[in-house]
């Protein structure tokens, strides 16, 4: 008994603290745009993985254009950034932006790796794209 009241009490004093550890903004957006927005999210998890697999590989035009067209500043208007921006605090939008920036800069560093081969350049600019990920998930959050 005493165990279980000790293990209950861990078990409280966990979720407890792993909630008040969850500092991320909650952003309100209507249910449409947050199913929207997550499956744009799993389409930019699977572009990486297979622009990572097209670096690789060498084809680095092939991971040029998945970069710009589905993570780039190119990829805007299909993702609807215009509907969903009113909607996101300043810093989300700008992570937002950062981000696509970031993927057309990758784009260009992939095409001329190409030319000049090696590929620390790319990975340079690829790791600049997650940065963006990474802060807005480690800030907001939608659920
Ligand atoms: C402008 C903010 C922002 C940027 C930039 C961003 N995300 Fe997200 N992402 C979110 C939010 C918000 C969620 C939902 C988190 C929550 O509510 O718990 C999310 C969720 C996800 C999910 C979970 C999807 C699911 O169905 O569960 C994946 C995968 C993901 N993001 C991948 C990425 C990748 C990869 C990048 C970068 C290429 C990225 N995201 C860039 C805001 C962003």
Redesign the pocket.
Known sequence: MKITLAFAAALLMLVTSSHAADK?QF?QLPEMMRDH??RN??D??L??QTITRQLSDGEYDAAADIAEQR?GMSSIQSHGASHMAPY?PEG??A??T??HQA?SRFAVAARSAEVEGGLSRAFGALSE??A??V???SA????
Do not use: P
Request: glycine residues 4%; charged residues 15%.
């Open positions: 991320r952003v927005m997550m999210m799993r930019h998890l572009a990486l993570l996101m989300m939008r992570a937002g950062a981000m993927a794209v997650m963006q990920c802060a807005c998930h907001y959050r939608i659920h």
